[in-house]
């Protein structure tokens, strides 16, 4: 079965750092991997998505690096601005055993940019 | 630029009622999703829906979960007898099942 993991679980930064958030999966046979972002009480807004074949994927100060074969990902967020507080999930869409697939979402990163 | 949207915000019920939440996905998608996100925990896998049938549930999705497309528009997740444990944010997504999965905001369940 599996299993999605991030850390740290919380990050305070002041505004203008450079920071990395990381996601792990146990298994390896994934089909993407999506990050997203939730504001408060808000739905999923999704950020980037990379295939399974692709190593990284980049959208304005955002960039996502993949490596399947360890299992893990990171989301790097450049000069970060207090518009980047939220919390940041990590998503990745596998096999079931069943014949079809399944989104498997970490517990998410809280992310607070102190102006 | 097309979104999911859903319907209601927030429904409060009382413990045993049947509650339908109602979903409209972007309109040349062809998977549909719901997922749930019970306060403070990971957001969980309920059900896909593909070609008027579910195509994967999880464990949650038990005999009270149903899902149907009514029309060429809407999605719905009904769930016959609430119980407390059931509160929850609940997802909608839609898309195709290598790519993007769009997201709407979320519809708030109560149950008292």
């Known amino acids: 079965k599996q299993e999605v993991t991030q850390i740290p679980a919380a990050l305070s930064v002041p505004e203008g750092e450079n920071l990395v958030l990381n996601c792990s999966f146990t298994?390896?046979?994934?089909?993407?991997l999506q990050w997203f972002r939730q504001d408060p009480g808000k739905g999923l807004t999704s950020l980037l998505l990379?295939?399974?074949?692709?190593r990284e994927q980049t959208s304005g100060r955002l960039n996502a690096s993949l490596d399947k074969s360890s299992g893990r990902s990171t989301l790097y967020i450049a000069a970060s601005q207090p518009g980047d507080s939220a919390t940041y999930l990590c998503a990745v869409f596998s096999p079931t055993g069943a014949g079809s697939y399944q989104l498997t979402f970490g517990k998410g990163t809280k992310l607070s940019v102190i102006p | 630029e097309p979104e999911v949207t859903q319907t209601p915000s927030h429904q409060v019920t009382q413990m045993g009622q049947e509650v339908i939440l109602r979903c409209v996905p972007i309109?040349?998608?062809?998977?549909f999703y719901w997922y749930r996100q019970i306060l403070g925990q990971k957001v969980e896998f309920l059900v896909s829906?593909?070609?008027?049938?579910?195509?994967?549930k999880s464990e949650i999705f038990d005999d009270q979960f149903s899902v149907e497309r009514p029309d060429g528009s809407n999605f719905t997740l009904k769930i016959r007898s609430t119980k407390l444990e059931d509160s929850a944010m609940y997802f909608c997504?839609?898309?195709?099942?290598?790519?993007?999965?769009?997201f709407g905001p979320g519809t708030r369940l109560t149950v008292l």
């Open positions: 298994d390896s046979a994934i089909y993407n």
């Open positions: 997504a839609s898309g195709r099942p290598t790519d993007t999965q769009y």
């Open positions: 990379i295939q399974s074949s692709q």
């Open positions: 309109s040349n998608h062809l998977y």
């Open positions: 829906f593909y070609n008027n049938e579910i195509s994967e």
